[in-house]
């Protein structure tokens, strides 16, 4: 049984799988086998020193990404959004970890270059 009710939760709706998603519409990803895969390899880490990861704290980590990914939702170009949820839900295992960082990377990369573009204009 989940010991506190916010583990029980987040694990529900982090275990619904992956839904289409239209480019206004939030996705839904199923993280439990990524998270799964991470614990797993918390037996043998990468690195000296790596601690392991519980299921509980990558879950966790997931599902303060995916709000975050929430918030900023509207920042992000309809074709980024498109782009970003088939990259993170690519080869079976989905992360919301991953779809926020190229959707933040996106968003940046075309802010840099309007900024380029505007500092070439005044010169």
Known sequence: MCRLLTTCISVGLL????LPAQSDE??????????HGIISQG??????????????ECLK???????????????????DKKHCITE???GGESSYTDLLTCLEMARDVKQLKQSIAG????N
């Open 61 to 79: 980590a997931e599902q303060v990404d995916r709000e975050t990914m929430i918030k900023e939702w509207s920042q992000f170009s309809g074709a």
């Open 15 to 18: 275990m619904i799988p992956i």
């Open 88 to 90: 993170a839900t690519m």
């Open 119 to 122: 500092s070439k204009k005044i």
């Open 26 to 35: 939030f996705p839904v990803l199923n993280v439990l086998p990524l998270c």
């Open 43 to 56: 037996d043998a880490p990468l690195q000296a020193g790596d601690r392991s990861v519980t299921l509980e």
